[in-house]
């Protein structure tokens, strides 16, 4: 039997079962086992999730700040009694070790909602220029489509700013790591919020996510995942003229600007590659390094990659885990042999698990030297702990290279000047430049540039991705 068995949905306040029984295993990518079991939902499913928010739209829509300032810190006090839950689910489902399910992914549930809360107090709804009011209001019923990389993370940071601002939603995760969302479900049903505000339905892009996108009775659809897939949830989206809002791809370049901040940058950067087996959207998998401290830096990332600790995710002692599925293990071992084809220098890693691990979806941190930007695994998101060392001559030719992609998410400067280095970020095509290793500001919006999507997500630039605006023209006399 399996540990995790969620073949109901919650549309309405309830836990219902589908139109249509399908079901699909949960398979833990450590052991290459079926650790859950979910039904897949269809468009019969998504009318009902939709029918549901839209009937609670009305009257949520018109709660006072107060009220939803209330219901939100129910959700935190219900969030912290599920918390080792929580954890413990997405260390089974994508493979996340259990410190890292324990202090970062599971963590940002409370930093999302706490940060939430803080706006909300702080947001005002109303401004009146002259005789006109003008009123910012929720949008309506949002529909939300989540990855399974930082499930949490990405389920949070559009249920919470939406619960914020007066919505109501229906929400597909990702059937490849579907049980947090239904913890996360479960702690929504225990803070109170009002039945069919939040609803649930599991199921894939085909049967659910292209639901969710043409439903002409959803107002927004946010969409995170991968660029092909954003643009097919965009492409079906324009028939119903909806707000599409997309956190995509990324290629995101480490920029090291002198010697002072090699080994610091190369570090750092090498860290955050290898961290989350590299699934995460904002990875530096580029490292610019100026020609001369290639060889050096090529050194200093080996050195980092193999204090990566690789093994059974449920260990205090494992750093890094395996990679979500079969699919993402194929895909990456692809690249990596296709780094080796087009003859870039293999300094550690390659193909193949790593030794001792036969079962499961591990890789080996890998690390490509004198990789030119034109090289396939410089130019594709490898989505696995893949860095590729690419050297510069000079300071216009990194700028170039770091901008030389079609992704434009984030972007890391390390420099011991740091007028240099704000000119550097200054001059790059990302929606988020981290300088010197300051990274996790809860407050800040994140989001990207060209096809690394079209929205932003955090901070009040997030909260206003779920508000309309309205003018009331002669609401007062003109001063």
Known sequence: MAEYEYRK???????????????????????????GVISLGGAGDVDRAVAAARKAFAAYSRSSKQERLKLIDAFIAAYKARYNDMAA????????????????QAAMGVVIAKTA???????????QRGGTL?????????????????????????????????????????????????????????????????????????????????????????????????????????????????????KSPNLILDEASLEKGVINGMRNVCMNTGQSCNAPTRLLVPTELHDKAVEISVASAARARIGDPGSESTTMGPLVSEAQFNKVQGLIRKGIEEGATLATGGPGRPDGLEKGYFVKPTVFGNVSNDMTIAREEIFGPVLCVIPYDNLDEAIAI????????????????????????????????CLNGQSGDASAPFGGYKQSGNGRESGPEGLEEFLETKAVLGY???A
Not at 11 to 35: F, M, Y
Not at 202 to 220: E, K, R, S, T, Y
Not at 403 to 411: K, P, Q, S, V
Request: charged share 20%.
């Open 9 to 35: 949905f919650f549309i309405g306040g309830e836990w219902v079962d589908p139109a249509e029984p399908r079901e699909l295993d949960v398979i833990n990518p450590a052991t290459e086992k079926p650790a």
């Open 134 to 250: 003008i009123r910012r209001e929720p949008i309506g019923v949002c529909g939300f489509i989540t990855p399974w990389n930082w499930p949490i993370n990405q389920i949070g940071l559009k249920v919470l700013p939406a619960l914020a601002a007066g919505c109501a939603m229906v929400l597909k995760p990702s059937e490849i790591a579907p049980l947090s969302g239904v913890v996360f479900a479960e702690v929504i049903e225990a803070a109170g919020v009002p039945a069919g505000v939040f609803n649930l339905v599991n199921g894939d892009g085909p049967g659910v996510g292209q639901a969710i996108a043409g439903h002409p009775d959803i107002d927004m659809v946010s969409f995170t995942g991968s660029t092909r897939g954003g643009i097919a949830v965009a492409a079906t989206a324009a028939g119903t003229v909806k707000r599409v809002s997309q956190e995509l791809g990324g």
């Open 117 to 127: 809360r803080r706006l909300l107090e702080n947001f005002e709804f109303e401004e």
């Open 89 to 104: 689910a997405i260390t089974v489902e994508m493979g996340a070790p259990k410190g890292l399910s324990t202090k970062a």
């Open 402 to 433: 770091a901008n030389d992609t079609e992704y434009g998410l984030a972007a890391y400067v390390w420099g011991d000047d740091l007028e240099q280095a704000r000119g550097v970020a200054a001059q790059l095509r990302a929606g988020q430049v």
């Open 476 to 478: 007062s006399e003109a």
